[in-house]
Structure formats: structure tokens, C-alpha cells
């Protein structure tokens, strides 16, 4: 079967400039929740011994402290995450003592990062991605520098730029609504989830590509479009036989492995299904588009 996948790329373009679009504005309207990695504070996280307090029942108890924005995240079947922007020792021990009144309890983690570690962290990360993209156009710039067409070496980096930033964007927007509504915040496990997600874009972006040459070297007289086109029916099923191996084990941690992961898991889900479809129905039809273009030209 032939799928006519160029014939209807500006139902892709469409669809995802969409996703653009409401991914910029979800950033803009209700930005990211970073975790205290990254904008400094204490995070205390508890597991009771009987029966788990609500929420409202903690938050009633910690009102009197005076901790500013709190956040209290249920975690497992007992425990609680509370999350405070106060790195006051004090404090926090305050903060166990009152909770202890009322049914026994034992502390799992009593983490402080001070707002100045936060921002290098923060500052760090942005280097590390920078980098790990720029390393990845330069090798596919190198890798595609004797390809023959229409289309050079450094736009097929171009393209795969763009795929990257469409993947990144749309998961950034989704991690926006979910810390809006969900208190989901980003830590430094998902940041290393964005960086295995930039190499599995740029891996089955490349496979693409790949075929691609290998088609435009046989020279069978077809156009650009019929053999990108012929090249994205190829790699289709080896695509999704790989993004499926790959998210069923991430899907079971999502689902039964413990909150540290949890997140780390669902971002690697999202990220991996953006770039499996944006290799498949953004990075091929794009390409065939540049070399309509400069073909008209």
C-alpha cells in the first residue's frame, strides 16, 4: 500500500502550526512550574503510617507558618509531596513537628536548594540542550554533505531543526498546561527526558533522510516528491514498530513504577510519539516542499 503522504502535507502543516500556535500561547498565558531544582526552595516529602490527611486537612495545618505558595502532591497510597519556596531549616522542622501531632509519619526526602544553585541549574540545562542540538545539525550537515538534489546538507539540517523545535514546543505547552492544572513541575529527570527525546527525533529523522538519499541515488527518473514520498512509505512501518517498543516499557513505568519516574516516563511519551509523527509527516513533506520551491525558482 502507498500512502499519498506528500499529497496532503498542508493538512500536516496545518495541523501542526496548530499545535504551535496553542503551545505558544499555553507558555505564554500559563508558563512553566519548575520544580525547586531550579528556582530554589525545600521539598519535603512524607509517607504516613495509617491513613493519609487530605489535602485541605495538610494545607489548614501549615497555615499559620506563613510558607507563601505551598504545593502538596499526593504520592503513592500514604505519602504526600510539599513542595515550599521557604529554605529555612527551622522552618521545616516546624513543618514536621505540627504534621506529627496528628497521626505518625515518617520523612522520606528533606531536600533544600538555594535560589542561586537553582539558577545555574537552570542556566546549565538551556547550555546542555543548546549544545546537544547544535552537535546533532552539524553531524547531519556532514552526514548529508555528498547528497545530489535540490536540497544541500545544511538544509536538511534546517529541517530537522525545525522538527526539533516542533517537538520541544508542543511538549513544553503540554507541561505547561499540566503544571497549570496539575501542579506538574519541571525537574531535572525531565529535562534528561528532553535530551533523550532530542536523539530519538533526530534519530528517526535521519533514518528518513537516509532512505531519501539512498532512493535519490538510484536515479529511477521519478520527481522529488513521488521518491520522499516512496522513502517515508519505507521507513513508515520501521518507525512505528520502534516508537511502539519503545513506549509500551515507558507506558508501564507511567502507570506502575514510582513517582520519581512517573514524569520522567510520561515525557518521554509524549516526546517520542511528537517524533515519530513529526519525522514521518513534517520533516519528509517539508523537504519535498523546499525542493518544490527552489525547483519553481
Same mark, same amino acid.
Given at each position: @500500500? ?24 499555553? %507558555? ?5 512550574? $519548575?520544580?525547586?531544582?531550579?528556582? =530554589? ?37 500514604? =505519602?504526600?509531596?510539599?513542595? @515550599?519556596? !521557604? !529554605? ?17 509519619? !515518617? ?22 540542550? $543548546?549544545?546537544?542540538?547544535?552537535? @546533532?545539525?552539524?553531524?547531519? *550537515?556532514? *552526514? $548529508? ?11 536538511? #539540517? %534546517?529541517?530537522?531543526?525545525? *522538527? &526539533? ?13 499540566? =503544571? ?50 516512496? #522513502? %517515508? ?16 516499557? &515507558?507506558? /508501564?513505568?507511567?502507570?506502575?513504577? =514510582? /513517582? ?17 509523527? #513529526? #519525522? ?6 517539508? &523537504? /519535498?516542499?523546499? /525542493? %518544490? ?5
Amino acid at each position: @500500500m502507498n500512502i499519498p503522504f506528500i499529497k496532503y502535507r498542508k493538512i500536516y502543516f496545518l495541523f501542526s502550526g496548530i499545535l504551535v500556535l496553542a503551545s505558544i500561547i499555553t %507558555l505564554t498565558v500559563f508558563g512553566l512550574q $519548575f520544580g525547586i531544582d531550579f528556582v =530554589g526552595g525545600s521539598l519535603l516529602e512524607i509517607e504516613f503510617k495509617n491513613i493519609r490527611p487530605s489535602l485541605e486537612e495538610i494545607k489548614n495545618d501549615l497555615k499559620d507558618f506563613n510558607l507563601g505558595e505551598v504545593v502538596i502532591q499526593p504520592t503513592g497510597e500514604k =505519602g504526600v509531596i510539599i513542595r @515550599m519556596i !521557604t !529554605t529555612d531549616i527551622e522552618t521545616r522542622e516546624l513543618v514536621i513537628q505540627q504534621l506529627k501531632e496528628k497521626t505518625e509519619l !515518617t520523612v522520606m526526602r528533606n531536600d533544600l536548594v538555594g535560589p542561586i544553585i537553582g539558577q545555574e541549574l537552570r542556566n546549565s540545562a538551556k547550555l546542555i540542550i $543548546f549544545l546537544a542540538i547544535l552537535a @546533532m545539525l552539524i553531524y547531519i *550537515a556532514l *552526514a $548529508f554533505r555528498r547528497i545530489s538534489g535540490l536540497v544541500t546538507s545544511w538544509q536538511y #539540517s %534546517l529541517i530537522s531543526l525545525i *522538527a &526539533l523545535i516542533y517537538n520541544i514546543l508542543v511538549t513544553l505547552g503540554i507541561f505547561s498546561i499540566l =503544571g497549570f492544572f496539575y501542579y506538574i513541575e519541571v525537574t531535572i529527570p525531565i529535562i534528561v527526558a528532553f535530551l533523550v527525546i532530542l536523539g530519538y527525533s533526530i534519530n528517526d529523522t535521519v533514518v528518513v533522510f537516509d532512505r531519501i538519499r539512498e532512493n535519490l541515488i538510484k536515479k529511477t527518473g521519478k520527481t522529488y516528491d513521488e521518491i520522499v514520498n516512496i #522513502s %517515508l512509505n519505507q521507513t513508515l512501518i520501521r518507525s512505528i514498530n520502534t516508537s511502539l517498543t519503545t513506549l509500551f516499557p &515507558l507506558i /508501564a513505568i507511567f502507570f506502575f513504577g =514510582g /513517582a520519581t519516574l512517573k514524569y520522567f516516563a510520561l515525557t518521554l511519551i509524549i516526546g517520542i510519539t511528537l517524533g515519530t509523527y #513529526s #519525522s514521518i509527516f513534517l520533516a519528509g513533506p517539508l &523537504l /519535498a516542499t523546499l /525542493a %518544490l520551491i527552489k525547483n519553481k525558482k
